[in-house]
């Protein structure tokens, strides 16, 4: 391996950040937390760490997988590394109130144990500069509405890769139409078997086929929530 022969401390900031795209890329974890200290003992602002080393590094991890160049193993890998950078900058992101995307709730629906797409979806989230609540698998409409009302976020993920958990999502947006508060949030679905007619379907705002996709999506959506008020 090429990278064990840099000296990561010797780079100048340009050169230290476009190495950390690759070494994310390469899904390298030790050199991204190595270089995110070096940038954070540089007195680089951990929201600048984050948004320039990593997200933008997640970014083309992103659009590759998008286009067929890298693969769920290679992502997840990346998604790692990244996870060990954010493991050092979650702290202090919180200590300065750095700005956030926006915040999402996301779930395996219920009778489902699927999670490989979900958390990589969760991941790349997180890696574009969202916050992300993660409920795992298996979740009843109980455990949705519990994490709405706890966290508030701007978007409801929901993942399911059986054909016979597909119609508990409809369960799940229905009931957020009982309570009067489905136009509160931003409804993204997503699982092998799902398609855009299936996310009409059921009422979804998108459907996302992969996890490149929803983060595409969920910024596009928060965008235009921020900036527009909700029609009618």
Do not use: S
């Given at each position: 391996m090429a990278d064990e022969d840099i000296d990561l401390s010797a780079l100048s900031d340009d050169e230290l950040v476009e190495q950390m795209h690759d070494d994310?890329?390469?899904?390298?974890?030790?050199e991204i937390e190595e270089a995110v200290n070096i940038l954070l003992e540089r007195g680089w602002a951990p929201y600048d760490v984050l948004t320039r080393a990593l997200v933008e590094g997640m970014r083309i991890v992103g659009d590759d997988f998008r286009d067929g160049i890298l693969f769920v193993p290679e992502v997840l890998l990346s998604a790692n590394a990244m996870k060990a950078g954010m493991a050092i900058l979650r702290p202090l992101l919180a200590e300065t109130g750095a700005p956030k995307i926006g915040?999402?709730?996301?779930g395996t629906v219920k009778g489902d144990i699927h999670d490989?797409?979900?958390n990589l979806v969760a991941m790349m989230m997180e890696g574009a500069g969202f916050e992300v609540i993660n409920l795992g698998i298996n979740n009843p409409v109980e455990?949705?509405?519990a994490a709405i009302e706890?966290?508030?976020?701007d978007i409801i993920g929901m993942s399911a890769l059986l054909t016979t958990t597909m119609p508990y999502m409809k369960v799940v947006i229905d009931t957020l139409k009982e309570k009067g508060v489905r136009d509160d949030y931003i409804v993204?679905?997503?699982g092998a078997p799902l398609n855009e007619e299936f996310g009409k379907a059921v009422g979804a705002d998108a459907y996302c086929r992969d996890a490149a996709v929803a983060v595409?999506?969920?910024?596009?959506?928060?965008?235009r929530k921020h900036n527009k008020p909700p029609p009618g």
């Open positions: 994310l890329y390469d899904g390298l974890k030790e915040k999402m709730v996301i490989i797409g979900k455990h949705f509405l706890e966290h508030k976020p993204l679905v997503g595409e999506t969920a910024k596009d959506l928060v965008r």
